[in-house]
């Protein structure tokens, strides 16, 4: 892992993990379902926007426009509820994300880690660039949201700026790249570039899943806790952070990973 400013980071990827969750996301029908939201069936402002089921089990998520990101046509999708936060941790799980969480964890010498919230985002073009947030404060090296890049197009200039707070608000920029994510963590100040990806015949958009992970305690759980999870599981709801807390990732007990999909008979 290399630090970039204050609390975000870059970090290696296994090789295959971005390709094997992009090729889950397509089987769900999510990259179709997002290019149509793009170009075909644009989304109103605002939360809870549609609710789509996809793939074989009908799992629901929500497909937003968040009033945050006036100017862009980004599309933000969340699951419904804990069942669907479930399965897509399975699909985590059989990518290869228990030895992410686990580097991420004994760097920062966490007690325990979850998955505590699940998110994806689209985006074709945005012309004034996203407004400067974090998406934690006050919570040290204990909760990172892990950016990772699904799908990027081709020759397009850096992606995100970061700033570094609170004198003089130093802005860099920073591209994505193929088998590596950035962990945006406490106080770290960011948000979209403009970009534009409509021009020529071919349909591209960026697509890359936001997962945020934390070592919740009962001291810092409000904290690991945005607005935003309204959204989407785990709805702003901090007692179901806790009764989940360490459910993924345990320093004393290596047998607690992400839950897995049942082996196939034979």
Request: one cysteine or more; hydrophobic letters at 35%; aromatic letters at 12%.
């Amino acid at each position: 892992k290399t630090r970039i400013k204050g609390e975000t980071y870059r970090m290696g990827l296994p090789t295959d993990f971005s390709a094997n969750m992009l090729e889950y996301v397509t089987r769900l029908g999510m990259t179709k379902t997002v290019e149509t939201l793009l170009y075909d069936d644009p989304l109103p402002m605002g939360w809870f926007n549609r609710k789509i089921a996809l793939g074989d089990a009908g799992h629901e998520w929500y497909f937003e426009r968040p009033k945050d990101f006036e100017g862009f046509d980004m599309v933000f999708i969340v699951p419904t509820n804990k069942t669907g936060h479930d399965e897509f941790c399975r699909a985590l799980s059989a990518a290869g994300f228990d030895s992410i969480l686990d580097a991420i964890a004994r760097r920062f010498e966490w007690d325990t880690g979850s998955v505590v919230h699940i998110s994806l985002l689209g985006l074709s073009s945005g012309k004034t660039g996203g407004e400067r947030h974090t998406d934690f404060e006050n919570t040290g090296v204990n909760a990172f949201n892990i950016l990772v890049p699904l799908v990027l197009v081709d020759g397009s200039g850096p992606e995100l700026f970061v700033e570094d707070p609170p004198r003089d608000w130093v802005r860099g920029r920073l591209k994505y790249a193929e088998n590596q994510a950035v962990l945006v963590g406490s106080d770290a100040y960011h948000g979209s570039r403009p970009c534009d990806y409509r021009s020529g015949e071919e349909r591209r958009f960026r697509f890359f899943l936001g997962l945020y992970i934390a070592d919740v305690t009962d001291e810092n759980y409000e904290r690991v806790m945005p607005e935003y999870y309204i959204a989407g599981y785990p709805h702003h709801d901090g007692q179901e952070l806790l009764r989940n807390k360490g459910n993924h990732w345990n320093s004393r007990d290596p047998s607690i990973k992400l839950p897995s999909f049942p082996a196939l008979d034979g």
